[in-house]
Nanobody
Framework: VQLQASGGGLVQAGGALRLSCAAS????????LGWFRQAPGKEREFVGS???????SYADSVKGRFTISRDNVKNTVYLQMNSLETDDTAVYYC??????????????????WGQGTLVTVSS
């Protein structure tokens, strides 16, 4: 599975942005798709994930503000980010893991990674 993230940019605090992650390769629909982010000087952290059936999970820091969805026909996963805060500034990465794997909040559970897209939230 190859992943290509896009949609990053500069947005003011309180604004919204939608990231996309297009996948190519086989068996996209059976993979779990995850979003991670890495802020300057910090470790990469889990943002959220979505299973093939649509079940989602989110980090507490984004719960209620971010929404993950997927389109298995277009082989694309989305991250809708609302009420953005300056602390959301980071490079955002999409990743894919086999559907049977657990521990989806950890990077090591994911086999495939996109290149990252930068989101900058200004005050």
């Amino acid at each position: 599975v190859q992943l290509q993230a896009s949609g990053g940019g500069l947005v003011q605090a309180g604004g919204a942005l939608r990231l996309s992650c297009a996948a190519s390769g086989r068996a996209f629909s059976v993979h779990v798709l995850g979003w991670f982010r890495q802020a300057p000087g910090k470790e990469r952290e889990f943002v959220g994930s979505i299973r093939s059936g649509g079940i989602t999970s989110y980090a507490d820091s984004v719960k209620g503000r971010f929404t993950i969805s997927r389109d298995n026909v277009k082989n694309t996963v989305y991250l809708q980010m609302n009420s953005l805060e300056t602390d959301d500034t980071a490079v955002y990465y999409c990743a894919a893991a086999p559907s049977w794997r657990g521990g989806l909040t950890t990077m090591s559970s994911y086999d495939y990674w996109g290149q990252g897209t930068l989101v900058t939230v200004s005050s």
